[in-house]
T-cell receptor
Framework: KQEVTQIPAALSVPEGENLVLNCSFT??????LQWFRQDPGKGLTSLLL?????REQTSGRLNASLDKSSGRSTLYIAASQPGDSATYLC?????????????FGKGITLSVRP | GAGVSQSPSNKVTEKGKDVELRCDPI?????LYWYRQSLGQGLEFLIY????????KSGLPSDRFSAERTGGSVSTLTIQRTQQEDSAVYLC????????????FGQGTRLTVV
């Protein structure tokens, strides 16, 4: 059974800091991995999708890396801003099917202090 | 539509009543998923549709829960004889076609059973 872990559960940083959010998964046979952002009371917003054959993806100040063999992904946020405050979730999709379910971590709640 | 649409956004119901939650996926997305998010908990997978069939319904917590999808589009999640422990946010997602099966979520339906 695939398990996804995100530690720590919460993080508070001052504005402007570069930070790394970690995600680990137990089954390396993944099809892809996706990072999401969730604001309080809202749905999930897709940030980055990494296919199993890729090592990283970038979008603006965000960079996600994937190391399948070690079962790890990191989300790097450059020059953090108060507007980045949210919960960040990673999710993996097993190789059993391109459209198989996503298994989620519990998320990291990020607070960026002005 | 432009995004995944869910209705209603909020639903308060009395214990023992039946409720129906609706999801309208992104046009052209054949895969559709239902998840549940309880207060302070992670996302719990409920069911996955490919077209109108459900290859994976392993997450439905009891036989009071059922879902259907018609025309390869709109899906309805039905909870019969609601209990207080059913109170949660119910999230729907759809995925773009392979190979880049990126999942997009709706804003969710907040269900409160009183």
């Amino acid at each position: 059974k695939q398990e996804v872990t995100q530690i720590p559960a919460a993080l508070s940083v001052p504005e402007g800091e570069n930070l790394v959010l970690n995600c680990s998964f137990t089954d390396s046979a993944i099809y892809n991995l996706q990072w999401f952002r969730q604001d309080p009371g809202k749905g999930l917003t897709s940030l980055l999708l990494i296919q199993s054959s890729q090592r990283e993806q970038t979008s603006g100040r965000l960079n996600a890396s994937l190391d399948k063999s070690s079962g790890r992904s990191t989300l790097y946020i450059a020059a953090s801003q108060p507007g980045d405050s949210a919960t960040y979730l990673c999710a993996v999709r097993l190789v059993t099917g391109a459209n198989s379910k996503l298994t989620f971590g519990k998320g990291i709640t990020l607070s960026v202090r002005p | 539509g432009a995004g995944v649409s869910q209705s209603p956004s909020n639903k308060v119901t009395e214990k023992g009543k039946d409720v129906e939650l609706r999801c309208d996926p992104i046009s052209g997305h054949t895969a559709l998923y239902w998840y549940r998010q309880s207060l302070g908990q992670g996302l719990e997978f409920l069911i996955y549709f490919q077209g109108n069939s459900a290859p994976d319904k392993s997450g439905l917590p009891s036989d009071r829960f059922s879902a259907e999808r018609t025309g390869g589009s709109v899906s309805t999640l039905t909870i019969q004889r609601t209990q207080q422990e059913d109170s949660a946010v119910y999230l729907c997602a759809s995925s773009s076609p392979p190979p880049y099966t990126e999942a997009f979520f709706g804003q969710g339906t907040r269900l409160t059973v009183v």
